[in-house]
T-cell receptor, first 114, second 113 residues
Framework: TAGITQAPTSQILAAGRSMTLRCTQDMRHNAMYWYRQDLGLGLRLIHYSNTAGTTGKGEVPDGYSVSRANTDDFPLTLASAVPSQTSVYFC?????????????FGPGTRLTVL | GENVEQHPSTLSVQEGDSAVIKCTYSDSASNYFPWYKQELGKRPQLIIDIRSNVGEKKDQRIAVTLNKTAKHFSLHITETQPEDSAVYFCAASIRGGSYIPTFGRGTSLIVHP
């Protein structure tokens, strides 16, 4: 079982360019999340989805968009990247309707916007 | 919304000593409190959690305590080892609701051999 995967592992992006960070889970979890991690600021929620077809805004949603067309995939899109979006991005999933609601994190994507 | 404060931001101990990390939360409706460990360059992983119907939970060298009245919970690591060195995050959420956890800012634990 792969669990939860992210792609790419790392990326250098020119400011103004668009990019989609991919996230896929094979655990059939209903909820998925995107976080950014910056030194000293912990994990900040960007967007989330409680179930396929629905999404919601987190603490820092500006400049990002998401979609949840199916249970397994939850891509994060930066329409026009800016240097302040340089960060490590983690995708996570959880089975909030199940017996445990532990969050499982992907390996992360390190994004540098120049 | 929920606000989670975590202290200290950095904790340095000698191998074999105990380490305690404390978190406070603001929303009295929160009922699920997980702790995650993140080793350098790795993803956060759950190490222990506690629900509001218990006051303490142990798993080998780690334990978590919860005081609902005071709205604070703590992670205790005994007999620390160098491999315990990592960043630890606490979180609070409402299980059974939308389950959007709020994380603390993390504690960098350094265990010196």
């Amino acid at each position: 079982t792969a669990g939860i995967t992210q792609a790419p592992t790392s990326q250098i992006l020119a400011a103004g360019r668009s990019m989609t960070l991919r996230c896929t889970q094979d655990m059939r979890h209903n909820a998925m999340y995107w976080y950014r991690q910056d030194l000293g600021l912990g994990l900040r929620l960007i967007h989330y989805s409680n179930t396929a077809g629905t999404t919601g805004k987190g603490e820092v949603p500006d400049g990002y968009s998401v979609s949840r067309a199916n249970t397994d995939d939850f891509p994060l899109t930066l329409a026009s990247a800016v240097p302040s979006q340089t960060s490590v991005y983690f995708c996570a999933s959880s089975d909030v309707a199940g017996s445990t609601d532990t969050q499982y994190f992907g390996p992360g994507t390190r994004l540098t916007v120049l | 919304g929920e606000n989670v404060e975590q202290h200290p931001s950095t904790l340095s101990v000698q191998e074999g000593d105990s380490a305690v990390i404390k978190c406070t939360y603001s929303d009295s409706a929160s009922n699920y409190f997980p702790w995650y460990k993140q080793e350098l360059g790795k993803r956060p992983q759950l190490i222990i959690d506690i629900r509001s119907n218990v006051g303490e939970k142990k798993d080998q060298r780690i334990a978590v305590t919860l005081n609902k009245t005071a709205k604070h919970f703590s992670l205790h690591i005994t007999e620390t080892q160098p491999e315990d060195s990592a960043v630890y995050f606490c979180a609070a959420s409402i299980r059974g609701g939308s389950y959007i956890p709020t994380f603390g800012r993390g504690t960098s634990l350094i265990v010196h051999p």
